[in-house]
């Protein structure tokens, strides 16, 4: 069974910098795509990066060039988040799916079937 599991998370004032991480295993497939999805208190789940098959990247446009996704060899996720904002607070998970799944879009929760636990991230003011 695929197996997501997210660290790097924690308290860090405005304009700071945070790395998530997601280890990932289980996979049988040679290609998942992959991505970052946040979740704040009261808020609905919503996609933050995900990798392609071709391993574009896809961003929410709240954090167009303040995130990078990327993947190792090993498949393991990750997010490097800078001049974080407090609108940024929530609990960040880890999502994986086959690529080949035909209603898949980068930044919809419900294309991905594998989730991890989440890591809370809090930027204060």
């Known amino acids: 069974q695929v197996q997501l599991v997210e660290s790097g998370g924690g308290s860090v004032q405005a304009g700071g910098s945070l790395r998530l991480s997601c280890a990932a295993s289980?996979?049988?497939?040679?290609?998942?795509?992959m991505g970052w999805f946040r979740q704040a208190s009261g808020k609905e789940r919503e996609g933050v990066a995900a990798?392609?098959?071709?391993?574009?990247t896809s961003y929410a446009d709240s954090v167009k060039g303040r995130f990078t996704i990327s993947q190792d060899d090993a498949k393991n996720l990750y997010l490097q988040m800078n001049s974080l904002k407090p609108e940024d607070t929530a609990t960040y998970y880890c999502?994986?799916?086959?690529?080949?799944?035909?209603?898949?879009?980068?930044?919809?929760?419900?294309?991905?079937?594998?989730w991890g636990q989440g890591t809370q991230v809090t930027v204060s003011s």
């Open positions: 999502a994986a799916e086959p690529c080949h799944a035909l209603l898949w879009t980068a930044l919809w929760p419900s294309s991905y079937t594998y």
């Open positions: 289980g996979f049988t497939y040679s290609k998942y795509c």
């Open positions: 990798l392609d098959s071709d391993g574009s």
